[in-house]
């Protein structure tokens, strides 16, 4: 049985004085949530104040981004290391990373493995822009990006140091998160349908069968992101394939985001 993910993606939004207030909300209605687990990832600078107030609570904390080399020369970069001691999860190759930033399909491999190497959640991006979706070549591009995003993980996921000494693939689907995110439907208000993310997903469980074994495949986590609203998660999440949302604009929103969690919990259970 996988364990559902709703994360919220807040971008470049929020100061750590706007983060503040917009965790106080949540917390007032999200104590603690069984059936789910909610991730928050503010901007770096609100990582600190944000984990300080959700300690006790069972609300995960994430990071928008992180480097692949654990210390030295690297102005302005902020290391997988810094961030094992801050949070667990880490969102990675997030299409506003690789257009606007350069972040290849080798720089996003090296940033999963650093993650998992640091013991760091990945929540790995994947997603076909318009053109590519329109030119029919949605498989051809998420295979290329999940390859290579997955290429040599099994090196950096030691199953030794695991408290129960899970086999190697088991550990690298308990810690890894894949979202499947089409370009042109983040921050555009256009969210794919049910059924395209559902069999965009299936095809990306497929794809992470070839590199880790196909049980273990089975107990990855996929989430669709998009355009994701209180109106639009339930299309999302009633598809068994689709194990939760990573959510953009719509997790700057208290009550929205409140309300995506809520039916998320609702429908998983119901559908057990
Ligand atoms: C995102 O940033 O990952 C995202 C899905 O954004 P939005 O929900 O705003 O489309």
Not at 79 to 88: I, Q
Not at 129 to 139: D, N, P, S
Request: charge should be negative.
């Amino acid at each position: 049985m996988r364990i559902p993910i709703v994360a919220g993606n807040w971008k470049m939004n929020t100061t750590v004085t706007e983060a503040e207030r917009l965790v106080m909300e949540m917390l007032e209605k999200l104590n603690r949530i069984e059936g789910a687990e909610v991730v928050l990832c503010p901007p770096f600078v609100s990582l600190v104040a944000v984990g300080m107030m959700l300690e006790g609570s069972s609300i995960k904390l994430g990071a928008q981004n992180v480097y692949f080399v654990t210390a030295g020369a690297y102005t302005g970069e902020i290391s997988p290391l810094m961030l094992s001691e801050l949070c667990e999860f880490v969102i990675v190759g997030h299409s506003e990373r690789r257009w606007h930033f350069g972040d290849t399909d080798e720089v996003v491999n090296k940033k999963v493995k650093a993650a998992l190497a640091n013991n760091l959640k990945p929540i790995l991006c994947v997603g076909e822009r318009l053109e590519e979706k329109e030119a029919g070549k949605t498989e051809e591009v998420i295979h290329r990006q999940v390859t290579a995003a997955l290429d040599g993980i099994e090196h950096v996921v030691a199953s030794d140091s695991s408290e129960y000494r899970l086999s190697r693939d088991a550990e690298i689907a308990a810690s890894l998160v894949i979202a499947y995110e089409p370009v042109w439907a983040i921050g555009t208000g256009k969210a794919a349908s049910g059924e395209q993310a559902a069999a965009t997903i299936e095809f990306i469980r497929d794809v992470a069968a070839k590199t880790i074994d196909k049980n273990a495949a089975q107990s990855l986590r996929i989430l669709y992101g998009g355009s994701v609203t209180a109106a639009n998660i339930a299309e999302f999440v009633a598809h068994p394939q689709i194990d939760g949302a990573l959510v953009g604009g719509a997790s700057l929103k208290a009550v929205e985001f409140m309300s995506i969690i809520q039916q998320t919990i609702e429908i998983k259970g119901s559908t057990k």
